[in-house]
Every structure is written in structure tokens, then in C-alpha cells.
């Protein structure tokens, strides 16, 4: 769902089920993910700013914030670094106009002078036209990779909140939730295996799980660990 931008901005949001409030294991991030569905539905802050190491559910966040948004008709947009590099600065231009705005990995992008003036310029007309702004780094907003100290404080103009690491229970809640979505049964010793022997970040264990369930589908066999033991057999 897109608004009615000029220019041929590459903007856009497909509404799907994988990234949901619901899918999201929210324990550890409760007050974060509360805010943020309550911004989705235009009833709490014009703004917030979340950051954290990889396989937090930054991104998941977001996208969840896009969907809910989009299923009660509000136009959005979600940028990842994908959409904008090689991307001239001038796209954020009338990006205001749209009622939820997610920008994802803000510091694989926000990388000179043009950029962070066209940040700062935008936060400024989401916030004059009253619609709403997310964001997400691996950073803090006090942090050097900002250069503009007026970005820095506007940055922070809505409430900065650090994800926390999820437990291993609350990992295998999420491991076991998108197994579910995909039609699949996961026991609970093949989750404990999964998250011994690789990664432990979510981004990396979804990753693993992804691939296990096209292999399950194409040889016709259960979660077990053989399979996992016979799909990563040579890591």
C-alpha cells in the first residue's frame, strides 16, 4: 500500500501474515512492541526509535507495524538499505504524505551529509502533518554514526527503546510459532538441537528453519534431528 507520491518513488508494501503482533514473541520487548502496535493504529506516539544487535526482531517490528496499519486502510511505507541505495536523497521528498512510516537499519544508509539533512527534514514534516514515523538501528541516536547534532535530538523526539536478547524459552516460542505458520510440526528437542548447535539469533535460526522446511517438503520427512543432522551435514 502506497500513498499518492510525485515523482516514481520505489515505494511500496505487500500486507502479509509472516510478520504479525502475533508472530512476534514479545516477552523480553513487551513495552516496545506495545507502543509500537499502538502507533500502528494511529492511537499512541507519532514516533519511536528502536535499536539493537541483529536477530532482535527489528525488522519484524516494523514490518508488523506496516501490516496492521495497511489492514485498517492507512497508506504506509517500509525502507530497508535495499530500496534506498543508489537512491538520490531527494525520495524522501513527499514521503510525509504517507500515515506510517518504517525505516529499517537507519545506519547502513544514513552514510553522508544528504542523507542526514533529508532525514532530519522529514521528521520534521511527519511530525507538522501529524502522521507517524518508525525507526530502527543497530545504534543508539546519541551514537557517532550520527553527524548532525540537531538529527541526534530529533532522533529522540519519540521514545528510544534498546530490544532485549530473548531467553531460549522465548526462542523456541518463536521458533516453534513460524513452524506453524508453515504447516510444520516442531518437537521440542529438534528446537533445542537447532539452538545448540547453530546461530542463536532469530534472524539466523528463521534462516535455518526456512531451509528445513523445504527439505521436509521435498524428501517427505518430519522435523527430526537426522534431518537437521543430514540438511547442514556438511558444517
Not at 543508489?86 to 544514513?110: R, Y
Not at 522465548?170 to 510440526?185: C, D, I, T, V
Not at 528437542?189 to 521435498?218: H, I, T
Request: glycine share 6%; with cysteine; net charge negative.
Amino acid at each position: 500500500m502506497i500513498s499518492h507520491l510525485h515523482q516514481q518513488l520505489p515505494l511500496g508494501f505487500e500486507p502479509g501474515e509472516l510478520f504479525t503482533f502475533e508472530s512476534y514473541v514479545a516477552d523480553s520487548n513487551l513495552v516496545v512492541a506495545g507502543l509500537a502496535q499502538q502507533t500502528a493504529l494511529d492511537n499512541g506516539e507519532k514516533q519511536l526509535y528502536f535499536w539493537g544487535e541483529s536477530g532482535l526482531g527489528k525488522s519484524h517490528l516494523l514490518q508488523a507495524s506496516c501490516n496492521l496499519a495497511a489492514k485498517n486502510q492507512q497508506t504506509v511505507c517500509y525502507l530497508t538499505q535495499a530500496e534506498i541505495v543508489n537512491q538520490s536523497a531527494e525520495m524522501f521528498d513527499g514521503l510525509e504524505q504517507v500515515e506510517l512510516i518504517c525505516l529499517d537499519d537507519i545506519e547502513t544508509w544514513l552514510t553522508d551529509d544528504a542523507w542526514e539533512v533529508a532525514l532530519f527534514d522529514l521528521i520534521n514534516r511527519v511530525r507538522e502533518i501529524g502522521h507517524r514515523l518508525m525507526m530502527s538501528s543497530a545504534h543508539p541516536p546519541e551514537e557517532a554514526f550520527v553527524k548532525l547534532p540537531d538529527l541526534r535530538s530529533r532522533l529522540a523526539w519519540g521514545p528510544v527503546f534498546q530490544l532485549q536478547n530473548l531467553s531460549d524459552k522465548e526462542k523456541f516460542q518463536a521458533l516453534r510459532f513460524r513452524a506453524k505458520q508453515n504447516g510444520l510440526e516442531l518437537p521440542e528437542n529438534v528446537a533445542g538441537y537447532l539452538m545448540q548447535r547453530y546461530p542463536r539469533d532469530m534472524f539466523g535460526l528463521f534462516e535455518r528453519l526456512a531451509v528445513l522446511d523445504k527439505a521436509s517438503m521435498a524428501m517427505q520427512r518430519r522435523l527430526t534431528i537426522p534431518l537437521i543432522k543430514s540438511v547442514f551435514a556438511e558444517e
